[in-house]
């Protein structure tokens, strides 16, 4: 295919590429929107004890989970940034290590308390990385199509 011919081809690619893109970096910020809501309410869905430890669980969540609703809530509205994806990372990690922290106690309930905090954080993790991922795959497929 000659020169024209890639260019041409990019061109009638471009517009599908980018509403799926758009698509999937919706899905994925429905995704983060829904999580930040669940690390707000999880401490009473699961009954969090309120014991001294568990407290800070709990609190923990409940910040995280608004930052994490609001990052949720930046990309459905606007179009996504590299400071919501690495907020929404960052927040990831510390959900991950914030038990080992904080140490949430030593009762089922703060066990409980534990394992949603590690599992939250891994799929925080996850999501971050699947929208930097795209933001990169985007940026290279803008420049191919430019060429």
């Known amino acids: 295919m000659s020169p024209k011919g890639h260019a041409a081809h990019a061109a009638r690619k471009a517009p599908r590429d980018t509403v799926v893109r758009d698509k999937r970096s919706e899905v994925i910020g429905t995704l983060i929107l829904a999580i930040g809501l669940w690390l707000f ?27 994490v609703f609001a990052c949720g809530l930046a990309r459905l509205i606007r179009p996504r940034g590299l400071l919501s994806d690495l907020t929404v990372l960052l927040a990831g990690i510390w959900m991950v290590v914030a038990p080992f922290v904080f140490g949430y106690g030593d009762t089922a309930r703060a066990e409980l308390a534990r394992v949603n905090s590690v599992a939250v954080g891994i799929v925080l993790i ?6 930097l991922l795209l933001a990169a795959f985007g940026r290279r497929g803008a420049a191919a199509a430019r060429q």
């Open 41 to 67: 309410v999880a401490p009473w869905v699961l009954g969090y004890p309120f014991t001294a430890p568990a407290v800070d669980a709990h609190l923990n969540e409940i910040v995280v989970g608004i930052i």
């Open 126 to 131: 996850i999501l971050a990385a699947l929208s």
